[in-house]
Nanobody, 124 residues
């Protein structure tokens, strides 16, 4: 089970940190990622990282968020984070965390595990 938290309403230029707590899986053995889906749009990959790598190394970061968002993980806490800085109105979306033993499945949108999502709204 994956449970996201940390979403909310923030003004443009602000920051949020999303958390995703995992239970019932061997978290450290899984690649993890964050997706988002804006109203009327397709779900898109935001960031992904493999298992076993450095805790803040991303295998993928979307060009739309590069330089503003950072993915990281804490295996001791079974948690993956998405630090979001300099938020823009176009970042408004429902954000989902994902996990799978294979990072390729996370990147291609077919991971085994999905959270329920946390809403991020960027508005003045």
């Amino acid at each position: 089970q994956l449970v996201e938290s940390g979403g909310g309403l923030v003004q443009p230029g602000g920051s949020l940190r999303l958390s995703c707590a995992a239970s019932g899986i061997m978290f450290s053995a899984n690649a993890v990622g964050w997706y988002r889906q804006a109203p009327g749009a397709q779900r898109e990959l935001v960031a992904a990282m493999r298992r076993g790598g450095p805790p803040d190394y991303a295998d993928f970061i979307s060009d739309f968020v590069k330089g503003r968002f950072t993915i990281s993980r804490d295996n001791a806490k079974n948690t993956v984070y998405l630090q979001m800085n300099n938020l823009k109105p176009e970042d408004t979306a429902l954000y989902f965390c994902t996990a799978d033993l294979n990072v390729a499945r996370v990147i291609t949108g077919t991971p085994t595990y999905w959270g329920q999502g946390t809403q991020v709204t960027v508005s003045s």
